[in-house]
């Protein structure tokens, strides 16, 4: 390890753990750092890695913060999200949810909203033994485990049963890179109860010249006659990059509906996993990447079914310009108990130069008999038909190229379901395709 120095890492760690008085988090923090020496960072012979270098991002000697409260509320104006007057606000700065910034406007009846290290010490303390870090058994890598070990910060959701919540969820993650290459490491557990329903917002905005690395992991678990609606817009800057976890446990007989939009940034890989742990889940994932210049974006995807009668619908879609380069590694599993599942994945792409790459690779893996199952994926450039067709109606080739890939782009986008959210989504499309 070139750059994070091993001394440096543990000095930090010792020093989060003896500040630390709580048995729960001090032995998820050991575990997780015990595997980070054990496996170190991903290296390009690890499979799942191959095609994204992080490893080469640590060239750059990052800092962890020490800092929280550098961002002003001038910074965080700029950040806000349409709706955001109707939301609940939860800043988070350098990896650290901060609540003296932080609005929520939904009732304690509704929700409870805690930092992570207060929660436990409550009557959720059961609750968070049993969900939090549950998805280390799916993602084994050194750079998940990195952030176990730097669990300080996060925080606990919980939306109460029987409450379809109002107020949406906008979590602002802010990186104050002004000084020096910062490593910020967020910390989420959300609890949607039974016959609640909730939607959750995730947003990234690096501050400074300096290079930002969000190390992230969000962990969902959704009950019973439950529904998570959960959306990500990465459209940072181009010296930050950012590893996301979104790891989502259907534990009851529940609807999950996930979309995520990627526009700008530099080194961007996103875990989605779906585990469906009970009959009848159903789940929706989508996924949009629009990117220019050196963007790189891997979408890593896994629909895990445990259960019969399990229904899964995964697409994701491509336009890449420049000299941008993604990745689209999507898994379904059935396991043997899984019967009649119906599970389909599809991924397409659209190259507009000849320096732009995309690889994708959808997978299933089946172990029962009784199943309906499908992937597909596809590669290619604007139909030249309907481009000449929109040129002969009098409409330039680049008004007529930017129509057709916001045409190509509106399957995903209308898949948000929040108005002032989408609205806001469409806009940056169009900007970024420079429709006039």
């Known amino acids: 390890m070139d750059t994070i120095k091993t001394d440096y890492l543990k000095d930090k760690f010792n020093e989060l753990q003896s500040s630390s008085a709580d048995d729960v988090l001090s032995n998820i923090r050991e575990e997780g750092f015990k595997n980070f020496n054990k496996v170190g960072l991903p290296a390009p012979h690890n499979e799942e890695w191959r095609l994204t270098g992080i490893s080469n991002l640590f060239k750059k000697e990052y800092h962890l913060s020490e800092?929280?409260?550098?961002?002003?509320?001038?910074?965080?104006?700029?950040?806000?999200?349409?709706?955001?007057?109707?939301?609940?606000?939860?800043?988070?700065?350098?990896?650290?949810?901060?609540?003296?910034?932080?609005?929520?406007?939904?009732?304690?009846?509704?929700?409870?909203?805690?930092?992570?290290?207060?929660?436990?010490?409550?009557?959720?303390?059961n609750l968070i033994d049993e969900h939090l870090n549950k998805s280390y058994r799916f993602i084994k890598d050194g750079i998940h485990a990195l952030n176990t070990s730097f669990m300080h910060g996060g925080v606990f959701i919980y939306i109460n049963k029987n409450k379809v919540l109002q107020h949406p969820f906008y979590l602002y993650h802010f990186a104050d890179a002004r000084n020096n290459h910062l490593l910020s490491q967020p910390r989420s557990l959300v609890y949607i109860d039974e016959n609640a329903k909730g939607q959750l917002t995730e947003y990234y905005t690096t501050i400074g010249a300096m290079d930002s690395f969000t190390n992230e992991v969000m962990e969902i678990v959704v009950n019973t006659n439950a529904i998570a609606e959960y959306y990500k817009i990465q459209n940072d800057v181009a010296n930050a990059s950012q590893v996301t976890?979104?790891?989502?446990?259907?534990?009851?007989?529940?609807?999950?509906?996930?979309?995520?939009?990627?526009?700008?940034?530099?080194?961007?890989?996103?875990?989605?996993?779906?585990?469906?742990?009970?009959?009848?889940?159903?789940?929706?994932?989508?996924?949009?990447?629009?990117?220019?210049?050196?963007?790189?974006?891997?979408?890593?995807?896994?629909?895990?079914?445990?259960?019969?009668?399990?229904?899964?619908?995964?697409?994701?879609?491509?336009?890449?310009?420049?000299?941008?380069?993604?990745?689209?590694?999507?898994?379904?599993?059935?396991?043997?108990?899984?019967?009649?599942?119906?599970?389909?994945?599809?991924?397409?792409?659209?190259?507009?130069?000849?320096?732009?790459?995309?690889?994708?690779?959808?997978?299933?893996?089946?172990?029962?008999?009784?199943?309906?199952?499908?992937h597909g994926c596809t590669i290619g450039q604007l139909d030249e038909e309907a481009l000449f067709y929109l040129r002969t109606r009098g409409i330039s080739k680049e008004l007529a190229q930017s129509m057709l890939l916001e045409a190509f782009a509106e399957d995903i986008v209308m898949q948000i379901k929040h108005e002032p959210l989408r609205k806001y989504v469409e806009e940056l499309i169009v900007e970024r395709l420079s429709i006039n």
Request: charged fraction near 25%.
């Open 245 to 374: 976890t979104t790891h989502i446990r259907q534990i009851g007989k529940s609807y999950t509906h996930a979309v995520t939009v990627s526009l700008n940034g530099g080194m961007i890989r996103n875990n989605m996993n779906v585990i469906m742990e009970k009959e009848g889940n159903e789940a929706h994932l989508y996924g949009l990447y629009l990117l220019k210049r050196k963007t790189h974006v891997d979408n890593h995807t896994l629909v895990d079914n445990t259960k019969p009668n399990c229904f899964s619908n995964e697409f994701y879609k491509g336009i890449l310009d420049d000299n941008a380069s993604g990745v689209f590694n999507g898994k379904i599993f059935v396991r043997q108990d899984a019967q009649k599942t119906n599970a389909y994945q599809s991924n397409k792409n659209i190259l507009l130069s000849d320096d732009a790459t995309i690889n994708t690779k959808p997978q299933l893996e089946i172990f029962a008999d009784d199943v309906k199952c499908s």
């Open 67 to 125: 800092l929280e409260n550098t961002i002003t509320i001038a910074d965080i104006d700029t950040a806000r999200l349409p709706g955001y007057e109707n939301a609940n606000e939860l800043i988070f700065i350098n990896g650290k949810f901060i609540p003296e910034l932080s609005t929520i406007r939904s009732s304690e009846n509704d929700c409870i909203v805690l930092p992570l290290e207060e929660a436990i010490k409550t009557e959720y303390k």
